[in-house]
């Protein structure tokens, strides 16, 4: 259900900003926390009674939400590269 390390290592590498960047840009954690929810998603179908994992999954959601108002009024163009690379917008 949760992610492996290795696979948050490959996402906030290709989602990083800097060389500096170690997952802390706003770009890493909205990839980051993309990949979580689809996981949660999925268990969610097959657990549509764990009242637990939906509230988290709604304050995941939540959270990508406001780093992606903060980035599309940070930087346009910048919103709309991610949204297409992460596929969330149709």
Known sequence: M???RAKKTEIINAFK???HDNGGSVES???VLTERIRNLTEHMKNNHKDEHSKRGLLMMV?????LLAYIKKRNPDEYEELIKKLG???
């Open 2 to 4: 949760s992610i492996t």
């Open 17 to 19: 900003c800097s060389e």
């Open 62 to 66: 939540n959270r990508r939400k406001k």
């Open 29 to 31: 954690q909205v990839a």
């Open 88 to 90: 969330l917008r149709k």
